[in-house]
Nanobody, 115 residues
Framework: QVQLVESGGGLVQPGGSLRLSCAASRSIFSFGAMYWYRQAAGKEREWVATIGTSGGINYADLVQGRFTISTDNTKNMVYLQMNSLKPEDTAVYYC?????????WGQGTQVTVSS
């Protein structure tokens, strides 16, 4: 079993920044990679970013250059720094991992970008 707890969401104006955090209940080295996804109201969940435990990083085109994914291995944390936020970034953001053949999700944290 893996527990994931996200935090850091909130209301921010367009052009602003937020940093999301996700705490894992076990060493992130037990996962091959950690992921951020998001789901806007009425839309399907979409992939945002991936960081591999070997250091490989990938971003969705929509966030490339604005978002940065990182980890703190000593704290079993993964972060998503979000800059230059746009109203279309409004969504519930989830972190996720695969472990022992299962997919695990956190409860999500709401990000609202609005003036």
């Amino acid at each position: 079993q893996v527990q994931l707890v996200e935090s850091g969401g909130g209301l921010v104006q367009p052009g602003g920044s937020l940093r999301l955090s996700c705490a894992a209940s076990r060493s992130i080295f037990s996962f091959g990679a950690m992921y951020w996804y998001r789901q806007a109201a009425g839309k399907e969940r979409e992939w945002v970013a991936t960081i591999g435990t070997s250091g490989g990083i990938n971003y969705a085109d929509l966030v490339q250059g604005r978002f940065t994914i990182s980890t703190d291995n000593t704290k079993n944390m993964v972060y998503l720094q979000m800059n230059s936020l746009k109203p279309e970034d409004t969504a519930v953001y989830y972190c996720s991992v695969r472990h022992s053949g299962s997919r695990y999700w956190g409860q999500g944290t709401q990000v609202t970008v609005s003036s």
